[in-house]
């Protein structure tokens, strides 16, 4: 029963068609020749875009300077899905929309009144529906600019790729030279505290303490040896270089053995100094351009024949169901 009522809706919805035909036939027409205005209005865009693979590293000295060279910190290693995602979030931070939006004016490029209560909103949103970044199936990311002009399209994606080391080399440099004036002010204390304790071994060598234990092993031979062949003068003199060695000998041992552990740290911290130079006051560059934009030869908004094509569908499929609306309620 279900099947022959279906027969029926489907020969009485031919029969509507058929009977109808001429009018469809007028919309179509019609449709498509407005939607053939409309599309030629619309203006052209150009589409310019970028390709590049983020690196794997921001320290310098990590990839430069360090023991693990050549490891997971190789600044010739191409980076991964992370290191992809963070250009994606700084490519879409306001620092960069806000360079790109002042150096190509695009508030008179879009055509916004700058006496609009909304038009940082509306700018926003220009930018946001024109420039956009994406991750590609290969794990690249893809600055991607339309604009009316295919010249400025392509400018705009290359000054963006370009925004990205600025600004990620900006983010860096301000946590470097922190990290560097840090590790200087150790290094110089460490530097300071090192030499006060030579100074001090300076002055013990000035009463004749030169190296504890041999000297104090080969006084007490010599006194010891005086003492056996009766020369008291000698004994007296080597008594008394003993008393000097009993009196500076202890501290002589405890700033020597301080003062090679401290120079040890010195060195360590020298060279942590010398990386951290090295990451305040140089740069590197974070990504790897595999293509850079070029003006488009041709426009790649609008579509214009998709445009005609579903706005014709469009009407004619509305048209249609009002037909069937009218001949059901005159049928009944």
Same mark, same amino acid.
């Given at each position: 029963?279900?099947?022959?009522?279906?027969?029926?809706?489907?020969?009485?919805?031919?029969?509507?068609?058929?009977?109808?035909?001429?009018?469809?036939?007028?919309?179509? @027409? %019609?449709? /498509? $020749?407005? +939607?053939?205005?409309?599309?030629?209005? &619309?203006?052209? !865009?150009?589409?310019?875009?970028?390709?590049?693979?983020?690196?794997?590293?921001?320290?310098?000295?990590?990839?430069?300077?360090?023991?693990?060279?050549?490891?997971?910190?190789?600044?010739?290693?191409?980076?991964?899905?992370?290191?992809?995602?963070? @250009? %994606?979030? /700084? $490519?879409? +931070?306001?620092?960069?929309?806000?360079? &790109?939006?002042? !150096?190509?004016?695009?508030?008179?490029?879009?055509?916004?009144?700058?006496?609009?209560?909304?038009?940082?909103?509306?700018?926003?949103?220009?930018?946001?529906?024109?420039?956009?970044?994406?991750?590609?199936?290969?794990?690249?990311?893809?600055?991607?600019?339309?604009?009316?002009?295919?010249?400025?399209?392509?400018?705009?994606?290359?000054?963006?790729?370009?925004?990205?080391?600025?600004?990620?080399?900006?983010?860096?440099?301000?946590?470097?030279?922190?990290?560097?004036?840090?590790?200087?002010?150790?290094?110089?204390?460490?530097?300071?505290?090192?030499?006060?304790?030579?100074?001090?071994?300076?002055?013990?060598?000035?009463?004749?303490?030169?190296?504890?234990?041999?000297?104090?092993?080969?006084?007490?031979?010599?006194?010891?040896?005086?003492?056996?062949?009766?020369?008291?003068?000698?004994?007296?003199?080597?008594?008394?270089?003993?008393?000097?060695?009993?009196?500076?000998?202890?501290?002589?041992?405890?700033?020597?053995?301080?003062?090679?552990?401290?120079?040890?740290?010195?060195?360590?911290?020298?060279?942590?100094?010398?990386?951290?130079?090295?990451?305040?006051?140089?740069?590197?560059?974070?990504?790897?351009?595999?293509?850079?934009?070029?003006?488009?030869?041709?426009?790649?908004?609008?579509?214009?024949?998709?445009?005609?094509?579903?706005?014709?569908?469009?009407?004619?499929?509305?048209?249609?169901?009002?037909?069937?609306?009218?001949?059901?309620?005159?049928?009944?």
């Amino acid at each position: 029963m279900a099947q022959s009522n279906d027969a029926i809706n489907n020969t009485q919805l031919i029969k509507i068609i058929l009977k109808s035909k001429k009018a469809l036939i007028i919309i179509c @027409l %019609i449709s /498509i $020749l407005i +939607s053939s205005v409309f599309s030629l209005l &619309i203006k052209d !865009k150009y589409e310019s875009s970028v390709i590049l693979y983020p690196t794997t590293t921001s320290s310098i000295s990590k990839a430069l300077i360090a023991e693990n060279y050549g490891g997971k910190d190789d600044v010739l290693a191409f980076g991964e899905i992370e290191e992809a995602e963070q @250009l %994606i979030q /700084i $490519l879409n +931070s306001d620092e960069i929309r806000d360079r &790109i939006i002042e !150096k190509f004016n695009l508030i008179e490029h879009y055509d916004i009144d700058r006496d609009d209560d909304f038009k940082r909103t509306k700018l926003a949103n220009c930018y946001k529906s024109n420039i956009s970044f994406k991750l590609t199936k290969f794990l690249a990311v893809e600055i991607k600019v339309l604009d009316y002009s295919a010249d400025t399209a392509a400018l705009i994606a290359n000054e963006i790729s370009m925004l990205l080391d600025t600004v990620k080399n900006r983010m860096r440099h301000e946590i470097a030279v922190k990290a560097f004036e840090i590790v200087k002010n150790q290094y110089g204390s460490q530097k300071q505290y090192v030499q006060e304790l030579e100074d001090s071994l300076t002055k013990l060598r000035g009463y004749g303490v030169i190296d504890y234990e041999s000297q104090a092993e080969r006084i007490t031979e010599q006194m010891a040896t005086a003492i056996l062949q009766g020369k008291k003068v000698a004994a007296k003199e080597l008594e008394d270089k003993l008393a000097v060695l009993s009196k500076y000998g202890g501290a002589y041992v405890s700033i020597r053995d301080q003062l090679e552990y401290e120079k040890k740290q010195l060195t360590f911290i020298h060279a942590k100094y010398q990386e951290a130079k090295v990451d305040a006051e140089n740069n590197l560059q974070h990504k790897f351009i595999v293509n850079k934009a070029t003006p488009a030869e041709k426009a790649t908004y609008p579509i214009r024949w998709l445009i005609v094509v579903i706005s014709t569908l469009g009407a004619i499929l509305v048209s249609l169901l009002f037909i069937i609306l009218y001949n059901r309620s005159k049928s009944k």
